[in-house]
């Protein structure tokens, strides 16, 4: 039983370079989450997923559009990276939405460096 | 944003002492969160409280909430090497039909040998 799983592990992307950030779960959860981790600015929520087949912004959506695929699959897409995206990226997940007294499950990140 | 808060930044301490690091939020809420992450890895979900909960435990770790101070506190008792990671607290947002978990700035907890 994986969890949830981010690939890939590391990536360095140039300016103005795209690329997509892919998530699995192998938990039949409902809900996925994308956050990004800053030095000194814990976890921002970028967009989530409470169902299959929608997807809401969350607090730092600009820059980045997400798909889900499937069930399991929740994919974070930057078009168009920059410095400031450099961060390292959380895909998390939950079992039914609204469900409030949940915890998140957590892929192990994904580092991603844009020069 | 609904973020909370904790405090102290760094904390470091004797193997075996007790560790304390407290989060404060800013509106109301359903619950509120323990995660742990390690260097390197994801976040691990400790203990969650719920907000008409004022004290809760889990081997060595304790939680108290107290929605009045729009505060809680997180114990580690008797710490180990291991112990050593950074610690969040995240507060539940639900509205809507959507559930979002708002996750504070860390403490760093170095616990040494």
């Known amino acids: 039983n994986a969890g949830v799983t981010q690939t890939p592990k590391f990536q360095v992307l140039k300016t103005g370079q795209s690329m997509t950030l892919q998530c699995a779960q192998d938990?039949?959860?409902?809900?996925m989450y994308w956050y990004r981790q800053d030095p000194g600015m814990g976890l921002r929520l970028i967009y989530y997923?409470?169902?299959?087949?929608?997807?809401d912004k969350g607090e730092v959506p600009n820059g980045y559009n997400v798909s889900r695929l499937n069930k399991r699959e929740f994919s974070l897409r930057l078009e168009s990276a920059a410095p400031s995206q450099t961060s390292v990226y959380f895909c998390?997940?939950?079992?039914?939405?609204?469900?409030?007294?949940?915890?998140?499950?957590f892929g192990n990140g994904t580092r991603l460096t844009v020069t | 944003s609904q973020q909370g808060e904790e405090d102290p930044q760094a904390l470091s301490i004797q193997e075996g002492e007790n560790a304390t690091m407290n989060c404060s939020y800013k509106?109301?809420?359903?619950?509120l969160q323990w995660y742990r992450q390690n260097s390197g890895r994801g976040l691990v979900h400790l203990i969650l409280?719920?907000?008409?909960?004022r004290e809760k435990h889990s081997g060595r770790l304790r939680v108290t909430l107290d929605t009045s101070k729009k505060s809680s506190s997180l114990l580690i008792t008797a710490s180990r090497a291991a112990d050593t990671a950074s610690y969040f607290c995240?507060?539940?947002?639900?509205?809507?039909?959507?559930?979002?978990?708002?996750f504070g700035k860390g403490t760093k907890l170095s616990v040494i040998p």
């Open positions: 509106t109301s809420i359903n619950n």
């Open positions: 997923s409470a169902s299959e087949g929608t997807t």
């Open positions: 995240a507060t539940d947002y639900s509205g809507a039909g959507s559930y979002q978990l708002t």
């Open positions: 998390a997940s939950i079992p039914r939405p609204g469900q409030v007294n949940s915890p998140l499950h």
């Open positions: 409280i719920r907000s008409n909960e």
């Open positions: 938990m039949n959860h409902n809900s």
